[in-house]
T-cell receptor, first 117, second 110 residues
Framework: DVKVTQSSRYLVKRTGEKVFLECVQD?????MFWYRQDPGLGLRLIYF???????EKGDIPEGYSVSREKKERFSLILESASTNQTSMYLC????????????????FGSGTRLTVV | GQNIDQPTEMTATEGAIVQINCTYQ??????LFWYQQHAGEAPTFLSY????GLEEKGRFSSFLSRSKGYSYLLLKELQMKDSASYLC???????????FGAGTRLFVKA
């Protein structure tokens, strides 16, 4: 069964800490994404990567950075955690090109619920 | 700007049919997704429309009109387990980036 695995389900960190959220996929997908999900706002794209060592800013990259040293792993880094980064973080992956007949969309990890206190 | 609108909540009865609408205005369009998300879980893929028309998959169907910037998800023979949030999402031109709506919470009552 294909999977996207996020290292932690729940995380509590202090303001100012550096936080690493890890995501690993076993589907040999080229594209990987980090979203955060907040009530009433839906999923918002933080960063994405379409190849190893490549990264692109999404809609809300401020306060975050990413690392993709290997194809299967995409890390999200909160350089100095703040309380407004308390959220559910979702990692997703997809193949390079979504063909109309492919019909499978993104595969999401189970999410990391991060609380910054 | 980019905007995806869908109703916040809907309630329907077990065994009935429900239609969840989605309108979008985005700077690029390469297809539209519907995802299902149960509380506390990750979204799971339901459907992908890239051409106009209706795509049917079992109890779920999805419709797209690109000229109107409009889609709907149709759920038939509702079951209690269909209580979940349904997310409408637009895939940007180039295929790299997907923009999500805030989701519609569907409550199925007995």
């Amino acid at each position: 069964d294909v999977k996207v695995t996020q290292s932690s389900r729940y995380l509590v960190k202090r303001t100012g800490e550096k936080v690493f959220l890890e995501c690993v996929q076993d589907m040999d997908h080229e594209n990987m994404f980090w979203y955060r999900q907040d009530p009433g706002l839906g999923l918002r794209l933080i960063y994405f990567s379409y190849d190893v060592k490549m990264k692109e800013k999404g809609d809300i990259p401020e306060g975050y950075s990413v690392s993709r040293e290997k194809k299967e792993r995409f890390s999200l880094i909160l350089e100095s955690a703040s309380t407004n980064q308390t959220s559910m973080y979702l990692c997703a992956s997809s193949p390079q090109i979504l063909e109309p007949e492919a019909n499978y969309g993104y595969t999401f990890g189970s999410g990391t619920r991060l609380t910054v206190v | 700007g980019q905007n995806i609108d869908q109703p916040t909540e809907m309630t329907a009865t077990e065994g009935a049919i429900v239609q969840i609408n989605c309108t979008y205005q985005t700077s690029g369009f390469n297809g539209l997704f519907w995802y299902q998300q149960h509380a506390g879980e990750a979204p799971t893929f339901l459907s992908y429309n890239v051409l106009d028309g209706l795509e049917e998959k079992g109890r779920f169907s999805s419709f797209l009109s690109r000229s109107k910037g409009y889609s709907y998800l149709l759920l038939k023979e509702l079951q209690m387990k269909d209580s979940a949030s349904y997310l409408c999402a637009v895939l940007h031109t180039g295929g790299f980036k997907t923009i999500f709506g805030a989701g519609t919470r569907l409550f199925v009552k007995a």
